[in-house]
C-alpha cells in the first residue's frame, strides 16, 4: 500500500547528493512518476524513493551527460509521462485565449453592479486596483512556476515537486473546487440568465418558461450547456481550441463596447462623491475582497501547459498578459459604469444593462443582455477543457486510477459530474466554500515557490509556512463568523 506522505522529491534529491541540483524540475517529475509506480510492486521498499547515483567517481562524467541531455530533455519531457496528452498545439494567442475567457465573466457582468451600489461607489475602480495588486503577485509566482515546471496540473504539479504527495493531493482536491464547480456554478448561472432573458427582453409565453423552469431545484438549461460543452470537448481538442478563442474574443468585444458606451455616455456628476461616507476606507476594501474572485481562472493555462508551444517562454508570458488585459477591462467598465449611472441607482445584478436602459439606449441594453447570454458559456468550456488535465497529471504519479490517465475518459467522468453538479445542485451555500479551496490552492502555490527558491529546506521553514497558513485561515474564519472590524 502506497503511503500518502513522503518528503518532496526537491528535498529527498538534495539530502541524497549534498550539492545544488543542476538537472531540470520537470526531469525530476518524471521520475518521480516512474518511482511512485514502482511503489506499488514493492520495488523501493515501505514507501522511501529508492533512485540510483552516480559514485563519486563517476561525478564528472554524469554532469557532463546531464548538461548535454538537458535540453533536449526538456524539449522530450511529454514523451514519458504525458503519452496521451496531445501535441504542443497552443500557441501564445491560444494561451492568453483560455486565460482570459476563463477570467472574464461575472466580474464585469455582475460584480461590477454589485460593488458599486452596496461598498464603494464611484470608487469601485480602486477597488480593483487593489484585488489586481494581490491577483499579480499571485499571478508572479504562477509565471514563475510555470516556465520552471511546465507540466500539466497547474499548483498540483508545483505541490507535488516541492511539498510532497499529501499537499499534492489536497492542492488538487481545491483546484476540483475551482474548475469543476465552479463551472457547474457557472452553467447553473448561465440557464437562470437565459430564462430572465427569454422572459424580460424577448416576452416569451410563460407555458414556454415553465418547461425551463420546472421546480424542485433543476436546471434544465443548466444541464443543456454542460451536455454541449462535454460533447464538443469528446469531439476534438482543435475544434474546442476553435470554439474558445471565437467566444473569448468575442466577450472581450463585448465588453470594450459596453465600456467604449458608457464613456460615451458619462457624467462627472455621478463619480461624487469619489469615496461615499456611508462606505468609506472599509467598503473599498471590502469591495476589493469581493473583486479579486473576478480574477480567478488565469491559472488555468497551467493546467494546459503540456500542450503549450514553447512552454518555458509562452506561459510565464500569457499569464502576465492575461492579468494585464483582464484588469485594465476591469477598471475602464468600473469607471464606465458609474460615470453612466449614480452609484445609488445602479443594478446589484444586472448593472451595464440597466444603465443603459436609464439613459433611453435600449438597443445597447438588449445588446449586452444578449451578449452576456451568448458569451458566457466559454467558461463553462474551459473549466471542462481543464479538469481532465488535473486528473491526468495525478493518474500519471499514481494518486488516482490509472484510467483517468486517458484524457476521453477523464473529460467523460468531469462532464458527468458538472452535469449533474449544475442541474441539480443550488450554489447558494457553496460559493464561499469554492472561494475558500481556490485561496488554499494559491497559498499553496505561493509556499511551493518558497520552498524551491531555497537551498535546502530546513524545519524551521517549514513550520514558519504551517504557521503562516494556520493564523491566515483562521484570521479569516474570524473576520466571517465572529464579527468585523469597523474603520
Same mark, same amino acid.
Given at each position: 500500500?502506497?503511503?500518502?506522505?513522503?518528503?518532496?522529491?526537491?528535498?529527498?534529491?538534495?539530502?541524497? &547528493?549534498?550539492?545544488?541540483?543542476?538537472?531540470?524540475?520537470? /526531469?525530476? #517529475?518524471?521520475?518521480?512518476?516512474?518511482?511512485?509506480?514502482?511503489?506499488?510492486?514493492?520495488?523501493?521498499?515501505?514507501? /522511501?524513493?529508492?533512485?540510483?547515483?552516480?559514485?563519486?567517481?563517476?561525478?564528472?562524467?554524469?554532469?557532463?551527460?546531464?548538461?548535454?541531455?538537458?535540453? @533536449?530533455?526538456? @524539449?522530450?519531457?511529454? #514523451?514519458?509521462?504525458?503519452?496521451?496528452?496531445?501535441?504542443?498545439?497552443?500557441?501564445?494567442?491560444?494561451?492568453?485565449?483560455?486565460?482570459?475567457?476563463?477570467?472574464?465573466?461575472?466580474?464585469?457582468?455582475?460584480?461590477?453592479?454589485?460593488?458599486?451600489?452596496?461598498?464603494?461607489?464611484?470608487?469601485?475602480?480602486?477597488?480593483?486596483?487593489?484585488?489586481?495588486?494581490?491577483?499579480?503577485?499571485?499571478?508572479? &509566482?504562477?509565471? /514563475?512556476?510555470?516556465?520552471?515546471?511546465?507540466?500539466?496540473?497547474?499548483?498540483?504539479?508545483?505541490?507535488?515537486?516541492?511539498?510532497? =504527495?499529501?499537499?499534492?493531493?489536497?492542492?488538487?482536491?481545491?483546484?476540483?473546487?475551482? !474548475?469543476?464547480?465552479?463551472?457547474?456554478?457557472?452553467?447553473?448561472?448561465?440557464?437562470? %440568465?437565459?430564462? =430572465?432573458?427569454?422572459?424580460?427582453?424577448?416576452?416569451?409565453?410563460?407555458?414556454?418558461?415553465?418547461?425551463?423552469?420546472?421546480?424542485?431545484?433543476?436546471?434544465?438549461?443548466? &444541464?443543456?450547456?454542460?451536455?454541449?460543452?462535454?460533447?464538443?470537448?469528446?469531439?476534438?481538442?482543435? /475544434?474546442?481550441?476553435?470554439?474558445?478563442?471565437?467566444?473569448?474574443?468575442?466577450?472581450?468585444?463585448?465588453?470594450?463596447?459596453?465600456?467604449?458606451?458608457?464613456?460615451?455616455?458619462?457624467?462627472?456628476?455621478?463619480?461624487?462623491?469619489?469615496?461615499?461616507?456611508?462606505?468609506?476606507?472599509?467598503?473599498?476594501?471590502?469591495?476589493?475582497?469581493?473583486?479579486?474572485?473576478?480574477?480567478?481562472? !488565469?491559472?488555468?493555462?497551467? &493546467?494546459?501547459?503540456? $500542450?503549450?508551444?514553447? +512552454? $518555458?517562454?509562452?506561459?510565464?508570458?500569457?499569464?502576465?498578459?492575461?492579468?494585464?488585459?483582464?484588469?485594465?477591462?476591469?477598471?475602464?467598465?468600473?469607471?464606465?459604469?458609474?460615470?453612466?449611472?449614480?452609484?445609488?441607482?445602479?443594478?446589484?445584478? *444586472?448593472?451595464?444593462?440597466?444603465?443603459? %436602459?436609464?439613459?433611453?439606449?435600449?438597443?445597447?441594453? @438588449?445588446?449586452?443582455?444578449?451578449?452576456?447570454?451568448?458569451?458566457?458559456?466559454?467558461?463553462?468550456?474551459?473549466?471542462?477543457?481543464?479538469? +481532465?488535465?488535473?486528473?491526468?497529471?495525478?493518474?500519471?504519479?499514481?494518486?488516482?486510477? @490509472?484510467?483517468?490517465?486517458?484524457?476521453?475518459?477523464?473529460?467523460?467522468?468531469?462532464?458527468?459530474?458538472?452535469?449533474?453538479?449544475?442541474?441539480?445542485?443550488?450554489?447558494?451555500?457553496?460559493?464561499?466554500?469554492?472561494?475558500?479551496?481556490?485561496?488554499?490552492?494559491?497559498?499553496?502555490?505561493?509556499? *511551493?515557490?518558497?520552498?524551491?527558491?531555497?537551498?535546502?529546506?530546513?524545519?524551521?521553514?517549514?513550520?514558519?509556512?504551517?504557521? !503562516?497558513?494556520?493564523?491566515?485561515?483562521?484570521?479569516?474564519?474570524?473576520?466571517?463568523?465572529?464579527?468585523?472590524?469597523?474603520?
Amino acid at each position: 500500500m502506497r503511503p500518502w506522505l513522503k518528503k518532496p522529491l526537491w528535498v529527498v534529491l538534495q539530502e541524497d &547528493c549534498g550539492q545544488q541540483i543542476n538537472t531540470s524540475v520537470v /526531469e525530476l #517529475h518524471q521520475r518521480s512518476s516512474r518511482t511512485q509506480q514502482d511503489d506499488t510492486t514493492g520495488d523501493t521498499g515501505e514507501g /522511501e524513493f529508492s533512485l540510483e547515483y552516480p559514485n563519486d567517481d563517476d561525478d564528472d562524467q554524469a554532469e557532463e551527460e546531464d548538461h548535454h541531455n538537458q535540453h @533536449q530533455l526538456q @524539449q522530450n519531457q511529454t #514523451h514519458n509521462i504525458h503519452d496521451s496528452l496531445p501535441s504542443r498545439h497552443l500557441s501564445l494567442f491560444d494561451l492568453v485565449s483560455i486565460g482570459v475567457g476563463g477570467t472574464i465573466g461575472s466580474g464585469i457582468f455582475v460584480l461590477n453592479g454589485l460593488i458599486a451600489h452596496s461598498y464603494a461607489g464611484p470608487a469601485t475602480f480602486i477597488s480593483w486596483i487593489v484585488s489586481g495588486i494581490a491577483a499579480l503577485l499571485s499571478g508572479c &509566482c504562477y509565471a /514563475e512556476l510555470s516556465g520552471r515546471i511546465p507540466s500539466a496540473g497547474s499548483s498540483y504539479a508545483y505541490a507535488f515537486v516541492a511539498l510532497g =504527495e499529501l499537499p499534492a493531493f489536497i492542492t488538487a482536491f481545491m483546484l476540483t473546487l475551482e !474548475f469543476l464547480l465552479s463551472g457547474s456554478a457557472v452553467a447553473r448561472s448561465w440557464g437562470d %440568465k437565459v430564462v =430572465e432573458w427569454l422572459r424580460v427582453e424577448l416576452s416569451v409565453s410563460e407555458e414556454f418558461l415553465s418547461i425551463l423552469e420546472p421546480g424542485y431545484g433543476i436546471n434544465p438549461m443548466a &444541464c443543456l450547456v454542460s451536455i454541449v460543452t462535454t460533447l464538443l470537448v469528446l469531439w476534438g481538442v482543435k /475544434e474546442s481550441k476553435l470554439v474558445t478563442d471565437f467566444f473569448t474574443w468575442i466577450k472581450v468585444f463585448l465588453v470594450i463596447f459596453m465600456t467604449v458606451g458608457g464613456f460615451i455616455l458619462f457624467n462627472p456628476a455621478n463619480m461624487t462623491p469619489l469615496v461615499p461616507p456611508e462606505f468609506g476606507a472599509a467598503g473599498i476594501l471590502r469591495g476589493s475582497v469581493s473583486s479579486f474572485f473576478g480574477y480567478l481562472g !488565469f491559472d488555468a493555462v497551467c &493546467c494546459v501547459a503540456g $500542450e503549450a508551444i514553447n +512552454p $518555458e517562454r509562452n506561459l510565464p508570458l500569457s499569464i502576465v498578459i492575461t492579468l494585464c488585459i483582464v484588469t485594465f477591462l476591469y477598471i475602464a467598465a468600473a469607471i464606465s459604469l458609474v460615470g453612466m449611472q449614480y452609484y445609488t441607482d445602479i443594478s446589484p445584478e *444586472s448593472g451595464f444593462p440597466e444603465a443603459f %436602459k436609464s439613459n433611453n439606449v435600449e438597443w445597447a441594453a @438588449q445588446l449586452t443582455a444578449a451578449g452576456e447570454v451568448a458569451t458566457l458559456p466559454v467558461v463553462v468550456l474551459i473549466s471542462i477543457i481543464i479538469q +481532465p488535465r488535473l486528473q491526468f497529471a495525478m493518474a500519471n504519479d499514481g494518486l488516482i486510477p @490509472q484510467w483517468f490517465g486517458n484524457m476521453r475518459n477523464g473529460a467523460l467522468f468531469a462532464g458527468v459530474l458538472m452535469t449533474l453538479f449544475a442541474t441539480f445542485v443550488p450554489f447558494s451555500a457553496l460559493d464561499d466554500f469554492v472561494s475558500a479551496g481556490i485561496l488554499v490552492a494559491f497559498t499553496i502555490t505561493n509556499c *511551493s515557490l518558497v520552498v524551491m527558491r531555497r537551498e535546502s529546506l530546513n524545519h524551521r521553514l517549514e513550520k514558519l509556512l504551517a504557521l !503562516f497558513n494556520a493564523s491566515s485561515f483562521f484570521t479569516c474564519m474570524m473576520l466571517s463568523h465572529v464579527g468585523h472590524i469597523g474603520w
